[in-house]
């Protein structure tokens, strides 16, 4: 930490003031410690800028609320550290704190370590905080990092890409990369300006962008599972609109070659750039023993995969028509899929009804066969995928009740289009119906 540092204290009680003062006294390379009124803190912040701030929240103080948007809005303090003291405040309150920027919280009544850890730790981070906005403006002054979106520049992504991706290996670290680009939708008389905007409000902080080239994107998400990176290109989707999406392929950083990597998301991104909306694992398009790239159209064998094929005869039928090769590729594909896709959609919709509808009837599975369930009384929906071993699934929604079909809806569509995004909208408009035919019974 540096020789000189200064905390502020806001409180409308005075011996709260004097309690938290009299501990700070025993905290090393600390310079002054003010204190403050919660209705003359902001002249008091017009006058200096501290390194870290403590407000003392009492019984959902909603004046404390809104001097920490206040604090936050304004560029002079964007690297203060706000710790928040909580004395009887409800979750929603602690919550809307952090969603207006506070960095930590404690609860009265205040333990002396506790505070004192926590003020080094606020201290710790406006330090971290001032050095890498140093860092970054060193970066773009080089021209590594672009001036008006803080995205790795189109010279240096390679370089970027291989740095992170050797720290990641180094310390053993979960990590996915994105290859991203506007679909089919995304007109070219679009601003790409637009395009990044979302994905930069889409990611975290310590998240990361890159160019790939003229309309291509590499996001670097750190401690990232594939379920993650669904999640982020979810809400990549979600704020384009309906007028237009984005495509991508991704990859779970482990201890593949750079190159192959690379080479394997601009297949997945080329893949993925058929449909609209679509996310495809890049790692589909590996061998699992060779870690070498393959191409779903040749006949280049796929060593170590043992998936065994079992299929009613109409899916063996369709399966004529494929080498052999692309069938176990289709089925490793499919295999990623639900671990990606259906698992991770099943389980948020199951935790959803069970929280908010305790009284339904909630199941799941998955597999080549995949099934979700919800039902209250007589009246049940499903949502069932059947894949064919090659690279259709057939999906069916379903309505009984008392066992009479009142909603029967069959498709077959490529198993790659199926993404986070669309199997959720189907779950939840089948839900919707759900509720309603529940209505209209007066269940």
């Not at 000189?4 to 501990?23: E, M, P, R, W």
């Not at 004046?63 to 920490?68: F, M, R, Y």
């Not at 670290?173 to 995304?186: E, G, N, V």
């Not at 080239?213 to 384009?240: C, H, M, P, W």
């Amino acid at each position: 930490m540096t020789d000189a540092n200064t905390v502020v204290i806001v409180s409308n009680k005075g011996d709260f003031l004097n309690q938290i003062s009299s501990k700070l006294v025993l905290l090393r390379n600390l310079d002054k410690v003010k204190t403050s009124s919660i209705e003359d803190a902001q002249n008091m912040f017009c006058t200096l800028v501290p390194n870290v701030a403590i407000l003392h929240c009492k019984d959902n103080d909603s004046k404390i609320i809104e001097l920490i948007k206040e604090i936050k809005k304004q560029e002079t303090y964007k690297h203060t550290s706000i710790l928040l003291i909580n004395e009887n405040c409800s979750r929603e309150t602690v919550i809307e704190a952090f969603d207006s920027g506070i960095s930590d919280v404690l609860f009265a009544p205040v333990i002396d370590y506790e505070l004192l850890i926590r003020v080094i730790w606020c201290l710790k981070r406006n330090e971290m905080s001032l050095s890498l906005e140093s860092r970054n403006n060193f970066l773009i002054n080089l021209g590594i990092v672009q001036t008006q979106d803080g995205v790795y520049a189109q010279k240096y992504c390679d370089d970027f890409l291989k740095n992170e991706i050797s720290q990641t290996k180094k310390y053993s670290q979960r990590a996915c990369l994105l290859l991203i680009s506007p679909d089919k939708k995304y007109r070219t008389d679009n601003n790409l300006d637009d395009f990044v905007s979302i994905i930069k409000k889409s990611i975290r902080l310590n998240d990361s962008v890159a160019i790939k080239d003229s309309d291509k994107f590499y996001i670097y998400l750190q401690k990232t599972k594939l379920n993650g990176a669904y999640s982020v290109f979810e809400r990549i989707n979600s704020a384009l609109g309906d007028d237009k999406g984005a495509n991508a392929g991704v990859v779970e950083i482990q201890e593949q070659k750079f190159e192959d990597i690379i080479e394997a998301l601009d297949s997945a991104l080329e893949k993925a750039n058929e449909n609209t909306n679509s996310l495809i694992v890049a790692s589909d398009f590996y061998s699992n023993d060779k870690k070498s790239i393959i191409n779903p159209e040749n006949n280049e064998q796929i060593q170590n995969n043992n998936m065994k094929i079992e299929d009613s005869e109409s899916s063996k039928n369709i399966q004529k028509a494929f080498d052999k090769n692309s069938i176990k590729l289709f089925n490793q594909a499919y295999e990623r899929k639900i671990k990606v896709v259906l698992e991770p959609v099943f389980k948020k919709f199951e935790n959803i009804l069970r929280t908010k509808k305790p009284d339904f009837a909630v199941n799941s599975y998955t597999g080549k066969k995949s099934l979700f369930t919800v039902s209250q009384g007589d009246i049940s929906a499903s949502f069932a995928l059947e894949y064919n071993g090659v690279e259709d699934v057939t999906i069916r929604l379903t309505i009984l009740d008392n066992d009479q079909k009142r909603l029967f809806e069959t498709d077959t569509v490529e198993f790659t289009i199926l993404d986070y995004r669309k199997v959720s909208l189907m779950l939840n408009e089948l839900i919707d119906k759900f509720m309603l035919f529940l209505r209209r019974k007066g269940n």
